[in-house]
């Protein structure tokens, strides 16, 4: 059984920081890819961040670029997403998710469609 388990949400003031950890377990993870995304009140879930199966390949979505970095520690199992300079727009559930046979060492997956597994979401609130 696939669990994807998120942790590192909470409240922080604007400009502040957190990190986002998802601990994978189950099967042996080889040829996955992994993600990032958020979803807001009242909105549709939107892709943040993914980072391909050998970790070279990063993407963002514009309103993050340089300030959250996506990262993966294979001997353990978890992918984290680290969040700086933080605004109260970045308010939203987070969720963790990964696409098991990636394929390509250096493909990143954007649609939520592509993905298998998800983790169960952790909030984080941005006052102002």
């Known amino acids: 059984q696939v669990q994807l388990v998120e942790s590192g949400g909470g409240l922080v003031q604007a400009g502040g920081s957190l990190r986002l950890s998802c601990v994978a377990s189950?099967?042996?993870?080889?040829?996955?890819?992994m993600g990032w995304f958020r979803q807001a009140p009242k909105k549709e879930r939107e892709f943040v961040s993914a980072?391909?199966?050998?970790?070279?390949?990063?993407e963002y979505v514009d309103s993050v670029k340089g300030r959250f970095t996506i990262s993966k520690d294979d001997a353990k199992n978890t992918f984290y997403l680290q969040m700086n300079s933080l605004k109260p727009e970045d308010t939203a559930v987070y969720y963790c998710a990964v696409k098991k046979a990636a394929g390509s060492l250096y493909k990143v997956f954007k649609n939520i469609y592509d993905y298998d597994y998800w983790g169960q979401g952790t909030q984080v609130t941005v006052s102002s």
């Open positions: 189950g099967p042996t993870w080889t040829n996955y890819a």
């Open positions: 980072i391909s199966w050998s970790g070279a390949t990063t």
